[in-house]
């Protein structure tokens, strides 16, 4: 069975970082593109990075361009999500989700992420 | 970006009823582009649709998707208890992907 487990989230300060992981199993990790995704308490979700399969090639969303550096094991199966200079706004649970035909179709449970003086 | 807006926000029906919901793009997306998920509360989002029409796996033949360039709609034919939750449609282009604001198909 494919598994996506995030872990790393917490409560952090204004400007501060944090470093978010997801580990995988049940699947080829090295055939896939994964992405994190976000979601702020009440709202909808919003895509915030993706990195190709051999993680030659990342992509963000403006909103967190310059600050967010997604990264990724193939030898771990795992994907990473270092996050700096972190805002209210960022405020989430943070998703970490496989690509699949321009969908996403699997996702782990999600890591809370509090920005907070 | 390609803003994607759902109707209603609140759709309120009664178990057995027939469900249609709409996403609206800014501008046209591929139909191999268009998904549709169900999230439930406190729980992570699960793909139904993909491909503007094809079931993902385990999706049950009452979810159906339809629509081409800027409007697409996902139809539940007879709903079930466990069918009430929010729905989100979603598109991919540029190497991004955007998604709608969700619509909440509750109990009347």
């Known amino acids: 069975d494919v598994q996506v487990v995030e872990s790393g989230g917490g409560l952090v300060k204004p400007g501060g970082s944090l470093r978010l992981s997801c580990a995988t199993s049940?699947?080829?990790?090295?055939?896939?593109?994964m992405n994190w995704v976000r979601q702020a308490p009440g709202k909808g979700l919003e895509w915030v990075s993706s990195?190709?399969?051999?993680?030659?090639?990342?992509y963000y969303a403006d909103s967190v361009k310059g600050r967010f550096t997604i990264s990724r094991d193939n030898a771990k199966n795992s994907l990473y999500l270092q996050m700096e200079n972190l805002r209210a706004e960022d405020t989430a649970v943070y998703y970490c989700?496989?690509?699949?035909?321009?969908?996403?179709?699997?996702w782990g449970q999600g890591t809370m992420v509090a920005v907070s003086s | 970006d390609i803003v994607l807006t759902q109707s209603p926000d609140t759709l309120s029906l009664s178990p057995g009823e027939r469900a249609t919901l709409s996403c609206r793009a800014s501008?046209?997306?591929?139909?191999?582009?268009l998904a549709w998920y169900q999230q439930k509360p406190g729980q992570a989002p699960r793909l139904l649709i993909y491909?503007?029409?094809n079931r993902a796996t385990g999706t049950p033949d009452r979810f159906s998707g339809s629509g081409s360039g800027t409007d697409f709609t996902l139809t539940i034919t007879r709903l079930e208890p466990e069918d009430f939750a929010v729905y989100l449609c979603?598109?991919?282009?540029?190497?991004?992907?955007?998604f709608g604001q969700g619509t909440k198909v509750e109990v009347k």
């Open positions: 990195v190709v399969s051999g993680g030659t090639h990342t």
């Open positions: 501008q046209g997306v591929s139909s191999s582009y």
């Open positions: 989700a496989r690509s699949w035909v321009a969908a996403f179709d699997f």
């Open positions: 049940g699947f080829t990790f090295t055939s896939f593109t």
């Open positions: 491909g503007t029409s």
């Open positions: 979603q598109q991919y282009g540029g190497s991004r992907w955007t």
